[in-house]
């Protein structure tokens, strides 16, 4: 599976927040979206998902584009927005069958690798209870559950480690390495560069709208000529940098 954005232009009407973004991402691999606020790492995340429509530019999936086959396209992406989104009248177990059904997966099934999950993140008492009267952190689990158990070819989560307890993250972070290895991918966008330096293959960092470099740790360091440095450092240099010369 690939997801290959190509010189996207996008963002909202009378907005175009993104020019020219190109990228693309393999299978089995996990790749960090990283950018200061208002770089446009969530606009990005819409363009892909489908909330916002292109400008100019293209966004295929596995080739097939969502102006092809909407359904199709959709059911290859799992999303974990930043924000828990969910039916206040549905219980979690009701959560679970509805996601299997808008996927196309057997509820059954659903059921089963949804008990793996609600194990892992210890809600597996709460099958009839109301999520949206859960905490923050578990709100967040329900919906890293619901998009886990598609297992769909393409992660998208944005702000993953927000709201979550160190438990839940590491928990989370093991469950993406082991899609990964099992030929998913995954885009995430974070500020948590030491966690994203750590776990993921790639970096695409964006700036004011536009990709700034994109590629390795070891492709970044090199570039900028600073051998040994980490995320964090080298980010910063770029950053303050950019911010200088746009003051300039
Ligand atoms: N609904 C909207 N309509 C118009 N402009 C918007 C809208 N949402 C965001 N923007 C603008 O798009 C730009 C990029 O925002 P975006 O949310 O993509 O940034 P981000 O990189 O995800 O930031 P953060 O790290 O703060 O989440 C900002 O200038 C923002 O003001």
């Known amino acids: 599976m690939t997801l290959e954005v190509k010189q996207l232009t996008g963002g ?62 959709r059911k290859k992406i799992g999303f974990i927005p930043e924000t828990p989104s969910l039916y206040e009248e549905l219980t979690l177990r009701e959560h679970i069958e509805l996601t299997a059904l808008a996927y ?11 008990g793996v999950l609600l194990d892992t993140f210890r809600l597996s008492d709460k099958l009839d209870w109301f999520p949206v009267n859960f905490s923050k952190g578990m709100k967040q689990k329900v919906m890293i559950i619901c998009a886990f158990l598609t297992e769909p070819s393409l992660y998208i989560i944005d702000e993953p480690f927000m709201g979550l307890d160190p438990l839940a993250i590491q928990d989370l972070i093991d469950l993406m390495v082991k899609m990964k290895n099992d030929g998913a991918s995954i885009l995430m966008s974070t500020h948590i560069l030491s966690t994203a330096e750590k776990f993921c293959d790639k970096f695409v960092v964006l700036h004011e709208g536009k990709v700034l470099v994109a ?34």
């Open 215 to 248: 590629g390795t740790l070891a492709e970044l360091q090199s570039k900028f000529d600073m051998p040994g440095a980490s995320l964090d450092e080298i980010y910063l240099t770029l950053t303050k940098q950019e911010v200088a010369e746009h003051h300039e």
């Open 12 to 73: 909202y009407f009378g907005n175009p927040v993104l020019s020219d973004v190109s990228f693309n991402i393999e299978s089995g691999e996990l790749v960090g979206l990283i950018g200061l606020n208002g770089a446009g790492k969530s606009t990005t995340i819409q363009e892909i998902i489908g909330l916002l429509t292109p400008y100019s530019g293209t966004i295929e999936l596995d080739g097939l584009t969502l102006q092809e086959d909407l359904e199709a396209y």
């Open 104 to 114: 196309g997966v057997d509820v059954e099934l659903a059921m089963e690798r949804a």
